[in-house]
């Protein structure tokens, strides 16, 4: 309640203090001042003087009670006088219109907010804009009109120019807000508002950086699971790592891994400035479920060409209509050639376009339609938009629209979206929108997952894996040899090549001939990345003269050039690679913001020139890897190729998942690379592998001491699974929440009292709103955790008690909510699950848990006392106590 309270302070307050500088003040701030006063919100000024004089105040400010918002705008040196003013009004927020000053300045500005308990939004910001209550509060320039869009901008000139752009569409804006240096309020926790802000349907973000991966993720994914949200990434850095130590860091940059961040959490990336807009009216209003098949209809073929190639480049897919789908075309529209664009030629009627439509609809080879009209001598264009726009609604799938030009076609543009028709001028941008409502779609497919950190498949065996890391590192080496990183893949049931290592030639021959010729002979070295650079790998060596041979220049070869290297030897194996196999790579890596990545591709000697790899974050499980694959050009090969059978896909998915339980339950590992994995009909085996070892396991943050606090998306804590006893003897289980448990949450808060709903939710409500289901069970583990009491009952489970925790902005401290089922109470439940979720609580690292609780609730004001809460009268609500724990994490 707090963090939602303090953020609704600052962008729907009922209260504001101006603060401004001396007179005379530059023209933006009396403009801003006149602007305030048409909000919603009573406004009174504060002046600060010259310094020797004290400030003008309005004399009856002080009786009017706490202030919710005070608008700052003063030069960088006033900063703190002006915040000290705000303080003294009993301002909650604070927005900083002024220069962002040097860090000790910043420190200094922080430490009173926070002493204050003030949330700061800047400095460094042109402020907010929040049409709905007629409030301009900066200098993103003219106030938008309302709408259910939110822009979230890391650049408030970037952000006003959108504004502005944006004024010659039929978008309106709920909230639009420049984030400035984020010196307390950032991105995350302005997502955080949008995802309860009820006049919030979509949000599009302008993004640069993050600097707290995890709480942006977990706060990314909590409003993506229940508004679209659309992203412009910015600073797209493609630059990989040049003191990478495997393919993993050498073919990664930045801009890859915000694109798998924002993927899997469930948002939608654009690419262009003109992309931001196309599609969110559509998001916003609408279901979203779309595939990625479109069906094309226009009067021309020119349009339908570069809509076709359009798509061709998004990846949408064009297919063939069905056979009565096409019988029903050629009945309909004799003289047409039936094909997927449809061009219904340049004599098209309004019955053409109706008959095509109609038929269209029910094809199922196409997930939506995009129909396209462009103007010329002896088009109905009139007849045919009133045509389209007022069937469009009966139609069974989605429609989009292209209607071309600009003055003869724009009053028919707004025709159709007044219809609620997607509308756009080019082909390219209706291909663009349908793009990223499908894609929306398919990333809201990833988000819905929430694997487990080890799979269910036969147990790995961690403690041999983990010794092989802390040998390594025992002996001074991250890098591990070729032997030593397949044994971790072995100690995790990857198919490994027979290796042998010979430290001679004689030992080499020795080892061929137990392997069988022909044989791949490689160096094995740490200190070594890429063997092929120096010469340190021989193929298809097929007797022993060959192997001595090649032993020998091996040797030569690398010593030449890296003569300091340390060699163990060289490696044999079997030779692997047949005239139908693939060459594929896995590989690891650990970025310094978002933590461990797992990456797929082609593999080979030229991985690192083909670049066809894509990310994904772990935990992974078989439809994660799957949606990896397909997003590769290799997976093209990896069906019927030729005369080459198809790849074992099953196999690679298993492989992917179990080198995700690697970097699940391994955090000193820090890369990997499993390059090649040769793949074929029958199986797959990894040829080659280098893992580094890390001496320090990555910290995120110092006090979590959860077994995954490693990873920025933390997997489904199943290690909290545990039986319990009833005071009745009934047995139950303690869980933590999951996706498919929404119909059983909904039946528990039916079954509830009418007052356990309202200690619960300090509302009169029957059940939960369709969003608040999605809200409640698709959580993200790291900002918050659910745990729900079940009986087996016949057939399903059901749920007897919940109590979560959800984190506080600072991170440090988080707030909880319980219910217990009323036929259970005073059973010992809620002793039960209070006592787990503080020591939950306490193994994040946490320093406080706190609550707020109707003063009226006297079992649950009796429960916490004999937990040790403190208890204290809200200062907002007599009705309610504020009750807390302090955790006193070491």
Known sequence: MERLHALTSLFDPSRIVFVSGPQPAPDWVEQLGSKLGESRASVHRVVLPQRSEPASRDPEAQTRGPVDLAVIAVDGERTI??????????????????????????????????EARVRLLGPGTLGFARPPRRLDAGRLGALPPPGNVALVTQSGVLGGAILDWAGDTAIGFSLAVSLGAELDIDVAQVLDFLADD??????????????????????LRALASVKPVVVLKGGRDAASRPTARTHSGAIVGSDAIYSAALRRAGAVQVRLFTQLFTAVRYLASRNWPLGKRLAMVGNGNGPLVLASDQAWFAN?????????????????????????????????SADDYASALEAIAYDPESDAVLVLLSPFAGVDAPRITERVARMASTLGKPLFACWLGDNSTRPLRALLDAAGVPVFRTPEAAVDAFSTVATFYQNQLLLQQTPRSLSGMSMPDVARARAVLDAALADGREVLTELESKVLLDAFHVPVNRTVLAANRHEAVA????????????????????????????????????????????MRSVRRARPAARIQGVTLQPMKLGRHDRELYVGVLRDPLFGPVIAFGTGGKRVEIHRDTTLEFPPLNSFLARSMIARTRVARTLGDYGDAPAVDLEA??????????????????????????????????????????????????????????????????????????????????????????????????????????????????????????????????????????????????????VVRYLLNPDRRSCEFAIAIADEVQRQGLGSTLMNAIVEQARRRGLDRIEGFVLASNAPMMRLVASLGFSVQA?????????????????
């Not at 640069?208 to 977990?218: G, L, T």
Request: charged content about 25%; some cysteine.
């Open 511 to 554: 080892a061929a001939n137990r392997i069988g010729y022909p044989v791949a002979m490689k160096i094995s070295s740490s200190d070594i990345a890429h063997k092929s650079e120096v010469g340190g790998v021989a193929l298809n060596v097929r007797n022993a003269t060959e192997v001595r041979e090649q032993y020998e220049e091996i």
């Open 316 to 348: 949408i897919r064009l297919l063939p209509y069905t056979e009565p789908t096409r019988r029903r075309l050629e009945a309909e529209l004799p003289g047409v050639e039936i094909s997927n664009p449809l061009n219904l030629g340049l004599a098209a």
């Open 81 to 114: 006088d002006a915040l000290r003013e705000a303080v003294a009004a009993g301002a909650r927020t604070a927005l900083l219109l002024c220069p962002a000053p040097q860090p000790q300045a910043s420190e200094q500005l922080l430490a009173l907010a926070r």
């Open 198 to 219: 009820p006049t919030t349907k979509a949000v599009v973000v302008y993004l640069e950086a993050v600097r707290d991966s995890r709480s942006f993720m977990s706060a």
């Open 652 to 801: 690679l998915e298993r492989l992917l998942v179990r080198v995700s339980e690697m970097v699940c339950e391994l955090p000193r590992l820090a890369e990997l690379d499993i390059n090649p994995i040769i793949a074929d009909g029958e199986g797959l085996i990894a040829v080659d592998a280098r893992a580094v070892a890390d001496a320090q396991a990555p910290v995120r943050e110092p006090h979590d001491q959860r077994r995954y606090a490693h990873m920025a998306i933390m997997p489904y804590p199943s290690e909290l699974v545990r039986r319990c006893t009833l005071r009745d003897g009934r047995s139950y289980t303690i869980r933590p929440i999951q996706a498919e448990d929404g119909e059983r949450l909904q039946r528990f808060v039916r079954g509830l009292s009418e007052q356990s709903r309202y200690f619960r939710f300090i509302s009169a409500m029957n059940e939960l709103s369709p969003r608040m289901l999605v809200r409640y069970t698709q959580i993200d583990y790291d900002r918050e955790l659910a745990l729900v009491a079940v009986l087996a009952g016949d057939g399903d489970e059901s749920i007897i008690g």
């Open 874 to 890: 809200d200062r907002d609500d007599p009705t309610l106590k504020r009750v807390w724990l302090e955790l006193h994490c070491e």
